[in-house]
Each structure stands twice: as C-alpha cells, then as structure tokens.
C-alpha cells in the first residue's frame, strides 16, 4: 500500500504511527496510534533464542487460502504459549499503483478488482469509495442500494468459498483422520458449542460434512457459490 500521500511515518521494525505533529485520531489523550506492542530488538530477540530453548522462530511462509503472497514470521515463547514479536509481509510486489498511474481514475474499480480471484467485488467497491472521498462525490441513494445489493451476493460467493471449500477440507476428517489421528478421535464425541444454532451434535459431525466432494457442506457451499455467481456476476 502507497502512504505517500497519507500522514503516516513506518520505521525499520514496520512498526506505523502519524508523522509528528498531527493529532492523534484514535489515540489516547493526543497521542498517536501505535500497531501493537513495543517489539523487541533483534539483539533482544538473539538473546532470548540463545538463553532459552523453548523460545523459537515460529514461520509461515507461504501462508496458503489467500489471494497472492503471504508470509507471518514470529518468535514465540512455547513455554508461556506466548508471541514475543511477529510480523506479517506480502513477498511479492503486485503494483497496482504502477499500474494506475496516468490512467482515468475510474479504470482503478475494474483493475483492482483483479487483485483476488475470490474477493474481487471488495476491491473495486473499495476503488469506489476511494474516488468518492477525493472527489467529493455523492452517489445517489438508488446506486448505494444497488452497490449493497450486489456487494452482499459477492458476501454469499466468498464467504462460503473460503469457509467450506477452501479453508474447510484442511478441517475435514478425511485429511485429520491421516494427519492428527488423535484429534479425530476426539471430535468424534466432542460436543459441539452452539449446536442448537447449527444443529450438530459433535465436532466429529461437522468434520464428516467438509469432507471435500462428498460432505455436506461441501456440496451445499458448491451449489451457494454458484446461485450467487450468477446472481451478481
């Protein structure tokens, strides 16, 4: 993201805070708003790794399910079940700004819709308001209703898409039953939180329906995803 024009400082620890001077916004008492806690320094964090053994780099690189480059880098405290400091990073640039540059600015609500293949709506209803705020512009309230209206059937795709097609199956029981045996047979006689909501008795119950292909779930986030494609596409 481009904070060229915004009036927020980032130091060598990715840590973010408004540029000196301006108001605090959202903080407390006029002080500006900070991203979490102090992290450590590094030459705190080799300390650390050096005096304790339950103190680990803890990676995730790549992070799969999402749209493009993804990676958490941490150190926890596995002892305390603790993170001491983390940090997130999208290790591919993807320059849509780039791409923006010189074009008609309502170019920007079809360009970046194509930032994921999945939540593309976003995006471009994001670009929408955008030009909206720098232009001073009002739609009329019919074009709210319409966008909402379009916008919440991309919610019935996406949502469902992510919860029980690709986020789901790593779930299922057809991939912990090989992977972590002894969890399935655990949620086998779990009793599931707020099953008067859902109607499943055990943890082990909603495993089986995400099993992909044949769960479900599965098949009803299948059929979802495609009523609402073409409810809004």
């Keep these: 993201m481009c904070f060229k024009n915004l009036p927020i400082e980032i130091d060598e620890s990715g840590r973010m805070t408004l540029r000196g001077g301006v108001s605090g916004g959202f903080g407390l008492g006029g002080q500006p708003l900070t991203a979490g806690p102090k992290p450590l320094s590094e030459a705190q964090i080799k300390t650390l790794l050096a005096k304790n053994g339950y103190i680990k780099d803890v990676d995730f690189d790549p992070v799969t399910r999402v749209a493009g480059a993804l990676a958490f880098h941490a150190v926890a405290d596995l002892k305390e079940r603790k993170v001491l ?134 098949v009803e986030a299948l059929n979802m995803t495609r009523v609402a494609r073409e409810a809004y596409v």
């Design 85 to 218: 400091t983390g940090n997130s990073m999208a290790t591919l640039f993807r320059g849509y700004e780039v791409i923006m540059l010189g074009r008609d600015p309502r170019d920007a609500i079809f360009i970046t819709s194509r930032a994921c293949g999945v939540c593309g709506g976003v995006h471009s209803v994001a670009s929408c308001l955008a030009l909206e705020m720098a232009m001073g512009l009002v739609p009329p309230p019919l074009g709210v209703i319409a966008r909402n209206m379009l916008l919440s059937m991309e919610f019935e795709y996406d949502h469902p898409l992510h919860l029980f097609l690709l986020a789901g199956p790593d779930y299922s029981r057809m991939i912990v039953e090989q992977t972590n045996p002894e969890i399935w047979d655990q949620a086998k006689t779990y009793r599931a939180p707020g099953r008067d909501w859902h109607g499943y008795d055990t943890i082990g119950a909603i495993m089986e329906d995400l099993n992909p292909l044949t769960g479900k779930l599965y």
